[in-house]
């Protein structure tokens, strides 16, 4: 404690504290290493020890006796004693197969916590965690649409969820609502099984490949963009529109009423061609 740090040593700011979770022989060896690259000396490590330690750890350093600690290996031998009991709590592949999607867990949700603890996994096969994060999907559709899909990979199931975190959002923002007959109706035959739509409740098509909900979508963005846009003084342009329209409002008694907006709409039945392929686009 009589040493005195050199001058120009500086602290390390990318090692996180050890708060007794994880393996201590690990973190012992993971500090050595990298203060014996920065030149540090057996005093140094003794010193500088105490900062890389939080909660129960600190406590068990300031409970040491007083002039017990002479080298770095009286203070790391007894310390890794001490806390071995904490490896026990280190997560393995195994554990990922508990890890399961809460009943009103959003997917945003679940997946962000199955993948803080995957990370923490060391050497985790990609196969392992690929058929882990399938199996803690709640039962439901999405979960038919991986089973029918079988993604290979962990990006071609991210692909997959991501149409379903961004309608889950969309329709979350109470600004858009699916249809109130939604899930009821029955899938088409022939309909596409490994696509599911979760906006309408169906297979066939995706979320991103569905003609309505992208327009709904579009509808929203169009919504949020004038609203940041009526916060800004309207141009001369915008005043000879809106005095064009109170025209046109007014009444003309030289001519008879005629409709306040048109409402252009798609029909359910196939405009020419039959059931194809092709009509269907």
Same mark, same amino acid.
């Given at each position: ?6 001058? *120009? /040593? +500086? ?5 996180? @504290?050890?708060?007794? !979770? ?5 973190? #012992? %060896? ?82 962000? *916590? /199955? +993948? ?5 996994? @060391?050497?985790?096969? !990609? ?5 882990? #994060? %399938? ?147």
């Amino acid at each position: 404690m009589n040493f005195v740090l050199p001058r *120009r /040593f +500086t602290l390390l700011t990318t090692l996180t @504290p050890y708060d007794g !979770l994880g393996d201590p022989k690990k973190y #012992i %060896k993971k500090l050595t290493s990298i203060m014996i690259v920065k030149g540090a000396s057996d005093k140094v490590l003794c010193r500088c020890f105490p900062s890389y330690l939080d909660g129960p750890t600190l406590d068990w350093f300031c409970s040491l006796p007083a002039g017990s600690i002479s080298r770095f290996r009286d203070l790391s031998k007894p310390f890794e004693e001490h806390f071995v009991g904490s490896s026990i709590y280190l997560h393995d592949s195994d554990y990922l197969n508990t890890i399961k999607q809460g009943h009103h867990e959003s997917l945003r949700d679940y997946m962000t *916590r /199955f +993948t803080k603890i995957a990370m923490s996994i @060391p050497d985790l096969y !990609l196969e392992v965690e690929l058929h882990a #994060i %399938k199996s803690g999907l709640r039962p439901g559709k999405f979960q038919k649409t991986i089973a029918i899909a079988k993604p290979k990979t962990m990006a071609e199931f991210r692909e997959k969820a991501k149409g379903q975190i961004d309608i889950e959002e969309i329709l979350n923002s109470k600004l858009i609502k699916p249809p109130r007959k939604a899930g009821s109706y029955p899938d088409s035959k022939g309909a596409d099984r490994s696509k599911y739509c979760s906006f309408h409740q169906k297979h066939g098509d995706t979320t991103d490949e569905c003609v309505i909900a992208k327009s709904r979508q579009g509808h929203l963005d169009k919504y949020i963009g004038g609203h940041i846009q009526g916060r800004a003084p309207p141009s001369s342009d915008q005043i000879s529109a809106t005095q064009h329209s109170r025209d046109k409002d007014r009444p003309n008694n030289n001519h008879p009423e005629q409709p306040r907006c048109i409402i252009n709409c798609i029909s359910r039945r196939f405009a020419g061609g039959g059931a194809t392929t092709s009509a269907r686009k």
